[in-house]
């Protein structure tokens, strides 16, 4: 089990920064793949960005070279470093642990942050 707490949200302008925290607790955090989602009103959940256990980077084609994300495994915690806002990154964020064991594959998230972008 994982327990994950996202922090960081909040109003910004178009063109401004924010990053988003998200602390792990409860299990061994170097384990598992992490992630940030989000999901916007009327749409679906999408992936933001996503590291490895080992630090290979994905992000989705809409905010590479605006986002990063990284991990700090000795405090257990993930970061999203999210640059140039645009309004159309308005949405709740959502930090997701997952790991896979033998073959079942096991998703964890957190209760969300919001980022609203506005001027």
């Known amino acids: 089990q994982v327990q994950l707490v996202e922090s960081g949200g909040g109003l910004v302008q178009p063109g401004g920064s924010l990053r988003l925290s998200c602390a792990a607790s409860?299990?061994?955090?170097?384990?598992?793949?992490m992630g940030w989602y989000r999901q916007a009103p009327g749409k679906q959940r999408e992936l933001v960005a996503a590291?490895?256990?080992?630090?290979?980077?994905n992000y989705a084609d809409s905010v590479k070279g605006r986002f990063t994300i990284s991990r700090d495994n000795a405090k257990n915690t993930v970061y999203l470093q999210m640059n140039s806002l645009k309004p159309e990154d308005t949405a709740v964020y959502y930090c997701n642990a997952r790991t896979i064991v033998v073959v079942t594959q096991y998703d964890y998230w957190g209760q969300g942050t919001q980022v609203t972008v506005s001027s």
């Open positions: 590291i490895t256990s080992g630090g290979s980077t």
């Open positions: 409860g299990s061994i955090f170097s384990f598992y793949a």
